[in-house]
Nanobody, 124 residues
Framework: QVQLVESGGGSVQAGGSLRLSCAAS????????LGWFRQAPGKEREGVAA???????YYADSVKGRFTISRDEAKNTVYPQMNSLKPDDTGMYYC??????????????????WGPGTQVTVSS
């Protein structure tokens, strides 16, 4: 079993920045992809970004150019840096871990482990 612990959420004004982090309790092939999803009230969970072992990154169109995801493989930790935040970025952000061969990075079903979530609120 793998535990994911998220941190770094909070409230910020539009245009501001936040850096989230997610630490996995251990590395296994089932955690070779680390991703972030978000869910706003009344909306489906959507993929925000992901990174594979070796550094291949993926981004949703809505965050390209504003968010950057990085990974410290020695610490089994992933860091999404979120800049130029917009009110539409508001939601509960979830870290997820899964095997990078499982399928499309933006599909929640391809991930095995999930963190409890951290709230991000962007005010206008």
């Amino acid at each position: 079993q793998v535990q994911l612990v998220e941190s770094g959420g909070g409230s910020v004004q539009a245009g501001g920045s936040l850096r989230l982090s997610c630490a996995a309790s251990r590395y296994t092939p089932s955690t070779s992809r680390l991703g972030w999803f978000r869910q706003a009230p009344g909306k489906e969970r959507e993929g925000v970004a992901a990174i594979d072992t070796g550094g291949i990154t993926y981004y949703a169109d809505s965050v390209k150019g504003r968010f950057t995801i990085s990974r410290d493989e020695a610490k089994n930790t992933v860091y999404p840096q979120m800049n130029s935040l917009k009110p539409d970025d508001t939601g509960m952000y979830y870290c997820a871990a899964g095997p990078q061969w499982a399928g499309a990075w933006y599909l929640p079903g391809t991930y095995t482990y999930w963190g409890p979530g951290t709230q991000v609120t962007v005010s206008s």
